[in-house]
């Protein structure tokens, strides 16, 4: 960390920032909702509630909607649609492995080729605004993967919490023009950045491990784990990483006219693979089970010669029936 | 938007659309055909012309179904092409055995079209269609043409699984005529599409009579929803048939598994 690239703000002054870029910018922060975090718009400094680990469910709807109109038709005509709130966004609080998530939506979705407008749209138009852990939940491993440390360039602040307040670093110009805009709020670090202390990650995957997979294709294993699978798409849901979609035609009641929708879709289902004539190709659970971990630790790889895992243990977490994703890789 | 020309009515539960879209694609590419309301399938282009695409289609699902009750005149939704066909630009001065069965005939018509164009640019060219029966064989009167046409030198080869009393062609399983007729390994190359069962005996039979794998193209079906690598639907292994296929070399198809 160089030392001009970092400074120091007070909790009350945070308070201050985050109320005057509610004037210009649409935040989205962790809310306590009942009893999990989550992502939500804000309205006030007071709605946040810092007090987590991590979010129950990824900001990844505000990058990829659940449900998304891509245009709409009538009878000869299409009219694609655009992210129409040109208010540009502020993502607070986000944790680096969901950067990270982002990065590899970038790689997905921004390739040379088809680049994706109803995402770049969005992600033009958002500031990152991370946040470093500083406790690790039950079944994080992102240390695992390094995802837990962010580089310049791949968000615009990066706060961590020390005493009385927060040391945050610069990663991007327009993280600079924000630090510049408020320079009254922002005091110099006084060595404070030594107080930030690397979490270490209750869990581990090992890279011996994961290197297993490239002969554990028709592992029995697997069929053992997926004994316990509902196909229930909580791991899919919650994953920060799963992106795959569908399209699907809403009519209007004209019978004319309406709209298709992307929304997302999960490879745990049978119908994911179906093809015409009712042929489904991932019918048996093993295979579909077995097709979400490969993706994840060994196809992705394969392609963009990085981890799509980021290793926040949302998976694990949210598993009705603690399938867990580290036990499977040892055991093979 | 593009508008349908014309419609083939090739058998009872699949037909030809002719579309209004001039594309420049390699046979055995796809493209993404919508109706509004109803959907958007992956189909792959069973023509070879600069003036138009041809689909040809089986009526199955919700989607197929409401391409069926169109008309002549009604406009369609057509995306494409993607993936990548069979490198047949790539296969000059070498022997051509084309392999279809059922509705894989169709991305093979398209094959055959270029090769009719470019007939001089290769040499033998064997042409193996399976059917299940005489009621289902699509492309019909084009295929005698092939056979009877003596400019074109195809050596066409249909068969049915169910024969009529009038059918005067071979009879019996697609392998099985395969295995019959002499075909030369040397500087020769395999071009397959059909059900995943042909796929399979069919490789089999080009291995006996010393096929290498990599003389040997497969084409796959898979839930193609984007088209672009993005959706994720049509992912096996590392690959994506959408981008990396449809059209698999052999040595690189036979390790995908689901």
Redesign the interface.
């Known amino acids: 960390m160089q030392q001009e690239n970092l400074a120091f703000i007070e909790k009350e002054n945070l308070n201050i920032l985050i109320s005057n870029l509610l004037q210009s910018y649409e935040i989205i922060a962790p809310v306590k909702k009942e009893d999990i975090h989550v992502f939500d718009r804000i309205e006030n400094f007071k709605d946040i509630d810092l007090n987590f680990v991590n979010t129950t469910f990824p900001p990844k709807k505000y990058f990829l909607p659940h449900k998304e109109k891509i245009f709409e038709?009538s009878d000869?005509k299409?009219k694609i649609s655009h992210y129409n709130e040109n208010k540009k966004r502020i993502i607070f609080g986000i944790r680096p492995c969901d950067v990270h998530s982002l990065l590899h939506y970038d790689k997905?979705?921004l390739?040379d080729?088809?680049p994706?407008i109803y995402y770049w749209e969005k992600r033009k138009n958002t500031l990152i605004f991370a946040l470093n852990c500083s406790d690790s939940g039950e079944n994080c491993f992102c240390t695992s993967f390094g995802t837990n440390k962010l580089s310049e360039g791949n968000f615009d602040l990066l706060f961590s919490e020390v005493s009385q307040g927060y040391v945050v670093e610069i990663g991007s110009d327009k993280g600079k023009e924000i630090i510049k805009k408020f320079k009254t709020l922002f005091l110099s670090t006084n060595g404070k950045e030594n107080e930030i202390k690397e979490v270490e990650c209750k869990r581990i995957l090992k890279e011996e491990d994961i290197k297993k997979l490239e002969k554990s294709?028709h592992s029995e294993v697997w069929k053992k784990y997926a004994e316990k699978c509902l196909s229930c798409c909580s791991c899919t849901i919650t994953c920060p990483n799963c992106?795959?979609?569908?399209?699907?035609?809403i009519?209007n009641l004209d019978?004319?006219s309406?709209k298709?929708i992307r929304e997302w879709?999960s490879?745990q289902l049978k119908i994911?693979?179906?093809?015409?004539?009712e042929y489904v190709?991932?019918s048996e659970r093993y295979?579909r089970l077995r097709?979400r971990i490969?993706?994840q630790l060994?196809?992705?790889k394969?392609?963009f010669n990085e981890y799509l895992c980021v290793g926040c243990g949302r998976c694990i977490d949210n598993c009705p029936t603690k399938i867990d994703m580290i036990e499977i890789i040892k055991e093979l | 938007m593009c508008k349908i020309l014309k419609i083939f009515n090739e058998t009872e539960t699949i037909k030809t659309f002719r579309v209004d879209c001039k594309l420049n694609h390699d046979p055995g590419q796809f493209v993404e055909i919508s109706v509004f309301n109803f959907g958007e399938v992956p189909i792959s282009i069973s023509s070879f012309s600069k003036k138009y695409i041809e689909l040809s289609i089986r009526r199955v699902g919700r989607v197929t179904n409401a391409i069926h009750r169109l008309k002549e005149g009604d406009m369609v939704g057509i995306r494409g092409p993607y993936g990548k066909g069979y490198p047949i630009s790539e296969m000059k001065n070498s022997n051509i055995n084309i392999i279809g069965g059922g509705c894989g005939v169709a991305p093979l018509r398209s094959v055959i079209l270029y090769l009719k164009k470019f007939r001089k640019e290769y040499k033998e060219v064997n042409i193996f269609l399976g059917f299940r029966s005489p009621d289902d064989i699509l492309f019909k009167k084009e295929i005698e043409d092939w056979m009877n046409n003596n400019k074109f030198k195809f050596n066409v080869y249909l068969t049915v699984d169910k024969v009529t009393d009038e059918w005067k062609y071979e009879k019996g399983v697609i392998t099985k005529l395969l295995e019959e007729k002499e075909i030369d390994n040397e500087n020769s190359y395999a071009l397959m599409c059909g059900p995943p069962i042909m796929i399979k005996y069919c490789i089999e039979t080009l291995k006996n009579k010393n096929f290498k794998d990599e003389q040997i193209y497969i084409s796959l079906e898979r839930r193609m929803k984007c088209g672009i690598g993005k959706c994720g639907h049509c992912m096996i292994n590392d690959k994506y048939v959408c981008l990396d296929g449809p059209v698999f070399n052999y040595s690189e198809g036979k390790f995908l598994e689901d």
């Not at chain 1, 994911?272 to 004539?277: C, D, E, I, L, P």
């Open positions: 038709y000869k299409v997905i979705f390739d080729e088809f994706d294709f992106t795959c979609f569908g399209f699907r035609d009519i019978l004319k309406g298709r879709q490879c994911f693979t179906k093809v015409a004539g190709f991932r295979k097709h490969y993706h060994h196809y992705f394969k392609r």
